[in-house]
C-alpha cells in the first residue's frame, strides 16, 4: 500500500529490540533510525532520560545505534526543542535533522519557518500526540503526597479515561481523576497545556500516537496520519524497506481516537472560559487586569530567554538609543513586558516555557495566551498553524479588517 497525505495507519517496528523498548511498537524510532542510516538526515533533535524520568534532556543523536536511548515517553518533558533549533543548531542551516515533536513544539517551529529563522527544507517533524506534559517538581510532590507513592519507583505515567495512571515497578498501578487533581490544585498538567486546542500535531510531517489503536494491536502499535507529502514519502520509504509492519486503520478505532481528541479540546474550552472569563476588553484591558501581577517582575529576562520565539539578535531593551537608557537599563513594569508584547502577540503558540522559569511566579504564559486569543479574534490568524496567506498581523496589515500581503 501505497500512502499519502491523510493517511492513516496502524503501525509497529519490525526491528524486536526497538519494539520492545520504544512505546507502543517503536516506530518513531524506527523511523528515526532509517532517516539516519540512509543519510536523509544528519541529526535527530530528540529528547532522553537524564538523572530519572522527571529529568528530560535534550539531545542531538548522529549515530544510529544511540537511538534507542531517546525511544519512550517523558511526561515531565516540558523543554520547547524549537528554542534548542534555534539557540544551538543556526535553525538548520547547516544540517538536515529530523526532530520529535509535541503540538507546541510543531506550531513553534512553523511559527519560526513562517519568520524565516528556520529552514524548512531542512527539517522534518515527527509529531507525537500530546494531551499534556507535568511539571517535574510538581509531579514528585503529588506523588508523595497524593497518590502515597515512591517517585523514584514509578517506571509509567498516562491519562487514560480521564484518569492519571501511576505505574510502579512492581506492576501495581494507582488512578485519580485529572479534573480532581487540576481543580484542587494537587497536582496534573501544566497550566498551558490544559487549554491547549492542538493533540495531535498534524502541523508536523507524520503525527504518531497510542489514540485509537484497537484489537491486538492495542498497546502494541502506533496510529500512524500521514500529514504532509513530505511525510508520506519518508513513511513510504520506511514501509517499503520492511523496516515498519502496518495494518489498516479500523473505522472503529479512527473514532475513538476523535471521540478521545473530542473529550480533550472541550476540557481545552472550558479551561479557556476560566481563564479568559476576566478579560473580555481589549488587549489594554488584559494588561490592566493583571497589572498587579506583572509589577512582581524583578527584570530578570528570565521569560525572554526561555521563549524560543523571542529571537532577535540584538534586543531593544539592552541596545542603546533613544528608547531607553544607554548600556542595558530595563524599562519599569509594565513597559519591559509591553515592549515584548509587540513581538509575542501575534506569535505566542501557548508553550509555556515563559512562566516555567518566572522566579516572581507571574502567570506569563496565562497573560500572553489572553493577548494571543484577542489575535485570533481580530485577525483570525492561528500561531504555528496554516493559515493560508494570511499574514503576520503585525507586520503586514492595513487595519482590523482590511489587510494586504506586501
Known sequence: MSFKVNDMAYAYSANDTIKDKGEYGGVVTSIMKYLLEENIVDGILAVEKGWDLYDAVPTLITDPEELIKSAGSLHCGTLNLAKILTKYLDGARDMKLAITCKPCDAMTIRELIRKGKIIEDNVILIGVNCGGTMAPVDTIKMIKKVYNMDPSEIIKEEIVKGQLVMTSTDGSEKRIKIDYLEEKGLGGRRENCRRCSLKIPTNADLALGNWGVTGDLKGKATFVDVCSKKGAEIFNKVVDDGLVKTVEAKSQGIEIRQNIVNTMLNQSKKQKEKDFEKTT??????????????????????????????????????????????????????????????????????????????????????????????????????????????????????????????
Not at 538609543?321 to 513581538?343: D, K, Q, S
Not at 493559515?387 to 489587510?403: A, D, I, M
Open 281 to 406: 476588553g481589549d488587549i489594554i484591558d488584559v494588561l490592566k487586569i493583571y497589572k498587579d501581577e506583572l509589577s512582581k517582575c524583578i527584570k530578570c529576562y528570565g521569560c525572554r530567554e526561555a521563549c524560543p520565539l523571542c529571537y532577535c539578535e540584538d534586543c531593544c531593551l539592552e541596545s542603546e538609543g533613544p528608547e531607553w537608557i544607554p548600556g542595558g537599563y530595563t524599562p519599569a513594569a509594565p513597559f519591559f513586558h509591553l515592549t515584548r508584547m509587540v513581538h509575542m502577540a501575534d506569535t505566542c503558540t501557548n508553550c509555556g516555557q515563559c512562566s516555567e522559569v518566572c522566579p516572581s511566579e507571574i502567570p506569563v504564559s496565562k497573560i500572553w495566551a489572553t493577548v494571543n486569543e484577542k489575535i485570533k479574534e481580530t485577525f483570525n490568524y492561528y500561531s504555528g498553524r496554516d493559515n493560508k496567506g494570511v499574514p503576520l498581523p503585525f507586520s503586514e496589515y492595513e487595519n482590523t479588517t482590511t489587510r494586504r500581503a506586501k
